[in-house]
C-alpha cells in the first residue's frame, strides 16, 4: 500500500482525507465548470465542514495575492529596472492577478483545507489504490 505525498496531493488538489478524490470540477481555467465538490467521490468527505467556511478562503487568497503582487512586482522590476512608470507596475500587478484568479481560488481552498483545519486529518487507510497492478 503506497502513500500518496502531501505535497502532490496539495499540487493536484486532492481530497485532504484520503488524498485521491479530486476536490473541484472542471478544469482549473474553465469559467463555468471551476468549482469545488461538496463532498469528495472517493471517500465522501464533506469539503464545507462548517456554514460558510470557505468564506475564511478569502483570507488565504488575500495573502496569496499579496505573495503573488510582490512577486510580479519584484519579477518586473528584475526585467525592466523601470523605476519612472507606474503604469508598468499598474498593468502588470492588475493582468498579473487577473490572470492568477483561477489558481488563488484552488489553492486558497487547498491551503484552508490541509492547513488550517483541525477537523480534518489525513486516514491512511482511505488511501488505496482501486486500479488493478497491471493497469
Given at each position: 500500500?503506497?502513500?500518496t505525498?502531501?505535497?502532490w496531493?496539495?499540487?493536484h488538489?486532492?481530497?485532504?482525507?484520503?488524498?485521491?478524490?479530486?476536490?473541484?470540477?472542471?478544469?482549473?481555467?474553465?469559467?463555468s465548470?471551476?468549482?469545488?465538490?461538496?463532498?469528495?467521490?472517493?471517500?465522501?468527505?464533506?469539503?464545507?465542514?462548517?456554514?460558510?467556511?470557505?468564506?475564511?478562503?478569502?483570507?488565504?487568497?488575500?495573502?496569496?495575492?499579496?505573495?503573488?503582487?510582490?512577486?510580479?512586482?519584484?519579477?518586473?522590476?528584475?526585467?525592466?529596472h523601470n523605476?519612472?512608470?507606474?503604469?508598468?507596475?499598474?498593468?502588470?500587478?492588475?493582468?498579473?492577478?487577473?490572470?492568477?484568479?483561477?489558481?488563488?481560488?484552488?489553492?486558497?481552498?487547498?491551503?484552508?483545507?490541509?492547513w488550517?483545519?483541525?477537523?480534518?486529518?489525513?486516514?491512511?487507510?482511505?488511501?488505496?489504490?482501486?486500479?488493478?497492478?497491471?493497469?
Open positions: 500500500m503506497s502513500k505525498p502531501k505535497a496531493a496539495m499540487l488538489a486532492k481530497c485532504p482525507r484520503c488524498r485521491r478524490g479530486d476536490m473541484f470540477e472542471g478544469q482549473m481555467y474553465s469559467i465548470q471551476n468549482k469545488i465538490r461538496q463532498d469528495c467521490p472517493n471517500c465522501g468527505l464533506y469539503f464545507e465542514i462548517e456554514p460558510g467556511y470557505f468564506y475564511a478562503a478569502m483570507y488565504v487568497s488575500y495573502a496569496l495575492n499579496i505573495a503573488e503582487g510582490g512577486a510580479l512586482v519584484t519579477g518586473t522590476y528584475l526585467l525592466t523605476t519612472t512608470s507606474p503604469w508598468l507596475y499598474c498593468i502588470v500587478l492588475i493582468g498579473g492577478c487577473f490572470l492568477l484568479s483561477p489558481i488563488t481560488f484552488r489553492y486558497s481552498r487547498v491551503l484552508l483545507l490541509y488550517l483545519s483541525p477537523k480534518i486529518h489525513y486516514q491512511p487507510y482511505l488511501d488505496i489504490d482501486d486500479k488493478p497492478a497491471n493497469y
